[in-house]
């Protein structure tokens, strides 16, 4: 059975600074993986999806994640923080073929000034 | 105008109340679902549909029960509210087409809140 577990359930960062937010995912076959970003009162968007043809994916906003099969983990970074990337991010993994996803618990992501 | 609309965006009712919530798409899509999320548990399926003759229920589904009126509309409804059903719900859409990884789209949510 899939499952995904997002590693850090709040990270604090300064403006400027790095952003690494970590899932780890198990899966019995070559899996589907995504991070969302929610803002508050607003819906989950799509920062960037794994589709098996690069390893390393770029989303929206800087973001990019690191499909890393050894260590069955896709984490989430950002070179630099912004102020408006506070929000709460989710690392899902689909399971079979009717896309069905399975949600991490999420990480809230808090930038200082 | 938003690709996925839900209705009401905010709801607060009584326990053994019926509630029911909309939620219209223009993506066009076939597929729906509807979610709950709780703090720390991320989001949950309820339920889902392939088309408008396919619905299927998830994870959680025991105390709702949802109606898909058309392609475009999927609703969600609990026949007798409970507080523990107090949550934020979440519809969402995707493309039939599984060959290319095709993400969910979801609404803005709707929180609601069982006294």
């Known amino acids: 059975a899939q499952s995904v577990t997002q590693l850090d359930s709040h990270v604090s960062v300064s403006e400027g600074t790095p952003v690494l937010l970590r899932c780890n995912y198990s899966?019995?076959?070559?899996?589907?993986l995504f991070w969302y970003v929610q803002h508050p009162n607003k819906g989950l968007q799509l920062l960037l999806k794994?589709?098996?043809?690069?390893?390393l994916v770029k989303g929206i906003n800087g973001f990019e994640a690191e499909f890393k099969k050894s260590e069955t983990s896709f984490h989430l970074t950002k070179p630099s923080a912004h102020m408006s990337d506070a929000a709460e991010y989710f690392c899902v993994v689909r399971t079979g073929g009717y896309n069905k996803l399975i949600f991490g618990a999420g990480t809230r992501l808090a930038v200082h000034p | 105008d938003a690709d996925v609309t839900q209705t009401p965006r905010n709801r607060i009712t009584k326990t053994g109340k019926r509630i029911m919530l909309e939620c219209s798409q223009t993506k066009g899509h076939d597929r729906m679902y509807w979610y709950r999320q709780d703090p720390g548990l991320g989001l949950r399926l309820i339920y889902y549909?392939?088309?408008?003759?396919?619905?299927n229920k998830g994870e959680i589904s025991d105390g709702y029960s949802v109606s898909r009126q058309a392609q475009a509309k999927f609703s969600l409804s609990l026949e007798s509210a409970i507080p523990n059903q107090t949550a934020l719900y979440f519809c969402?859409?995707?493309?039939?087409?599984?060959?290319?990884?095709?993400?969910?789209?979801f609404g803005d949510g709707t929180r609601l809140s069982i006294l």
């Open positions: 549909s392939f088309d408008v003759k396919d619905i």
């Open positions: 969402a859409t995707s493309d039939a087409d599984d060959r290319y990884n095709q993400p969910q789209h």
């Open positions: 794994y589709t098996s043809a690069a390893t």
């Open positions: 899966s019995s076959y070559s899996p589907s």
